[in-house]
């Protein structure tokens, strides 16, 4: 799960997609603009929790939990014990 649809998003979803990685989800609070997932999935912003539970990694590439910005409001207790969680 890619959290983001910036710049950040789209680079660890070609890096996930050039080393044969699939199934990638990609979740952000604005939809991304045409094909720059291409390969991935749109999981809509509401929906964020319920894909954690199947995800093997999760990527957070926005700005929300840094310095002056609202905290990132997603539940990672249903994640499993083997999931990467890379902020």
């Known amino acids: 799960l890619v959290i983001g649809a ?3 998003a789209r680079a660890v979803c070609a890096g996930l997609l050039a080393r044969g990685i699939r ?3 990609v979740t952000s609070r604005t939809p991304p603009q045409g094909s720059i997932f291409e390969g991935a999935r749109w999981v ?4 964020r929790d319920n894909t954690v539970v199947t995800a093997d990694l999760i990527v957070q590439t926005t700005p929300l939990g840094m310095a002056g910005q609202p905290g990132l409001e997603i539940n ?3 994640a499993g014990e083997d999931t990467i969680i890379y902020d």
């Not at 809509?44 to 929906?47: A, F, M, R, T």
């Open 6 to 8: 910036g710049g950040a």
């Open 23 to 25: 199934g990638i989800a």
């Open 44 to 47: 809509p912003w509401d929906e």
């Open 76 to 78: 990672l207790d249903p």
